[in-house]
């Protein structure tokens, strides 16, 4: 079996990280993608704060309908801070005996500056295939966005847009991605709830009734906010 993963706060899961899962299926010809919850990234610091509990939920609701995509919880379970070494090092030993070939690590080229700041990052890039997306510049309520912090600040994409992924050596062996970057975000989902706009499409319809339901995202669920 075919396994890559994604990672990401999914905060909320939306209809573009489940395109780009089908794509990679699709076009690389995956079985199985991992949607990966992370308890607390290493590079963003949380401005809304929703538990892990529920953004675990809202993502177990977006696969539901679609076998090839997993729910894979582990790096909630461990809780602190989650590294991606750790997690393909679990799920190596969790699949040892279907797994086909290096696990795919899905990664948005948003990340791909500050890359080299990532836990065994030089490892990482042979340990697993990289398979870089194309995710597109999208502009971020400063209220509601998750902003990088210490070293992966100076690293972001936005202060490299001069940075050319095809000459960095932990690329090398990457596979690029001609998925659809629908200008899309979690940011954006969490600005039109916090101010009462339609996002009813833009997520699946599970997720929207939770989000609605349990009132995320409203003014008085921002305690991270400024």
Same mark, same amino acid.
């Given at each position: ?12 899961? !939306? ?27 290493? !590079? ?6 929703? %538990? ?63 890359? !080299? *700041?990532?836990? !065994? ?39 490299? *847009?001069?940075?050319?992924? %095809? ?9 690029? *991605? ?6 899309? %975000? ?29 009132? *995320? ?10």
């Amino acid at each position: 079996m075919r396994i890559a993963i994604l990672g990401g706060s999914f905060n909320p899961v !939306h209809i573009g990280h489940l395109a780009l899962a089908d794509e990679v299926c699709s076009v690389l010809g995956y079985d199985r993608i991992l949607f990966i919850p992370t308890y607390k990234p290493p !590079h963003k610091e949380a401005r809304v704060e929703v %538990s892990a509990a529920d953004r675990l939920e809202m993502v177990r609701l977006a696969c539901k309908d679609d076998e090839r995509f997993v729910v894979e919880s582990c790096e909630i379970d461990r809780e602190g801070v989650s590294y991606t070494w750790d997690t393909v090092g679990f799920l190596e030993e969790k699949y040892s005996g279907v797994l086909e070939g290096r696990i795919g690590l899905i990664m948005g080229d948003d990340l791909l500056p500050g890359f !080299h *700041l990532w836990y !065994h990052a030089q490892e990482l890039s042979r340990r697993c295939t990289l398979i870089l997306a194309r995710r597109p510049m999208t502009i971020e309520s400063a209220s509601h966005a998750n902003k990088p912090h210490g070293a992966y600040a100076d690293a972001s994409f936005a202060s490299n *847009l001069d940075y050319d992924f %095809s000459t960095d050596p932990l690329f090398a062996d990457a596979v690029r *991605l001609s998925n659809a970057a629908i200008p899309l %975000s979690s940011t954006d989902i969490r600005t039109r709830a916090g101010e009462g706009r339609g996002f009813k499409y833009l997520v699946p319809a599970g997720v929207f009734r939770y989000i609605m339901e349990r009132r *995320l995202y409203t003014h008085g669920n921002d305690e991270g906010t400024d």
